[in-house]
């Protein structure tokens, strides 16, 4: 598997494709309705079966292309902040000699992160969350059940013991099988996204606990937040963007991660994307 890289450089050449109309419930009718859930449903069996046996996972989200210096950069983010003219840091995977496939996007100068949809939370942490979920209803059930079968059928040890190790093996079922209806599968991306932008637990990062904390030193401004040397030009933000994670302290890149560095550059005009010459020569 391939280690993702940072590249750093203005933004030039954006193009945006708006998300395709989605399909309202008052525009269509109730056995409609029940024939796309139905499908939907198989689809979603297809996903799962697809993504375990093949390995691929598609990113969801926005999708854009535009230039960083002078790379070319295509990718999926839940939302598009940035414009041409935007310093941006992006954690990339080369497809081409020129030509990257972005995964993340950093703006240094808001402390903001962009991820396509379904990505941000690592494995660890929701793991940990249905772990809870999961296990306080099943010992709720456990229990439930163990009262009602004892006062009908008088459980002796060894039933017991039969029963207990059934709910466990039931427990774990439902946790996996939770895990990957909810997306976890996205989850070993977030992990690789945040082990290449250094931080040291990648695979059990809470970005909801710092998305909460930076909101907290944002708005008493905090020191904290402004003496960050990787990113000087912090100022404080008025009006918190809702597709943002947040982040307090720039993490120190690992050695491992190669920087692209293409701050300074533009793209020359033969190498604007096809649709931006036409316009141009027109």
Same mark, same amino acid.
């Given at each position: ?17 708006? =998300? ?37 996972? $598609?990113?969801?989200? /926005? ?10 950069v295509q990718g999926k983010l839940e ?6 003219? =935007? ?9 081409? =000699? ?23 939370? $690592? ?32 459980? =002796? ?20 099988? &939770? ?8 989850? &070993? ?26 909101? /907290?030193?944002n708005r008493s401004g905090d020191p ?40 300074? &550059? ?17």
């Amino acid at each position: 598997m391939a280690k993702y890289s940072l590249l750093k450089g203005t933004v030039s050449y954006l193009q945006v494709k708006d =998300d395709p109309k989605e399909l309202r419930a008052d525009d269509i009718g109730l056995l409609a309705m029940i024939g796309l859930m139905i499908v939907g449903a198989f689809e979603l069996i297809g996903v799962l079966v697809g993504s375990l046996t093949s390995g691929s996972i $598609t990113l969801e989200g /926005k999708s854009f292309q535009c230039y960083v210096g002078r790379k070319e950069v295509q990718g999926k983010l839940e939302h598009i902040s940035f414009k041409d003219g =935007d310093y941006v840091e992006m954690v990339v995977e080369q497809i081409d =000699d020129n030509h990257y496939q972005s995964y993340a996007t950093r703006m240094p100068q808001y402390h903001a992160l962009y991820f396509p949809r379904s990505v941000g939370v $690592t494995t660890l942490q929701m793991l940990k969350y249905l772990t809870i979920g999961v296990g306080i209803f099943s010992l709720f059930a456990y229990v439930v059940l163990t009262i009602m079968m004892y006062i009908q059928i008088k459980l =002796d040890i060894t039933s017991l013991i039969i029963f207990t190790i059934s709910n466990i093996i039931t427990f774990l079922f439902f946790l996996v099988l &939770f895990f990957l209806l909810l997306g976890g599968r996205y989850t &070993f991306i977030s992990n690789r996204i945040y082990s290449a932008l250094g931080y040291p637990k990648p695979w059990l990062h809470d970005s909801s606990k710092e998305h909460a904390r930076f909101k /907290k030193l944002n708005r008493s401004g905090d020191p904290e937040l402004y003496d960050d040397p990787q990113t000087p030009e912090f100022e404080r933000i008025k009006k918190l963007d809702p597709y943002a994670n947040y982040y307090c302290r720039t993490p120190i890149l690992p050695n491992w991660v190669k920087i692209i560095d293409e701050r300074g &550059f533009t793209p020359d005009q033969s190498e604007q994307p096809i649709e931006d010459q036409g316009q141009t020569n027109g």
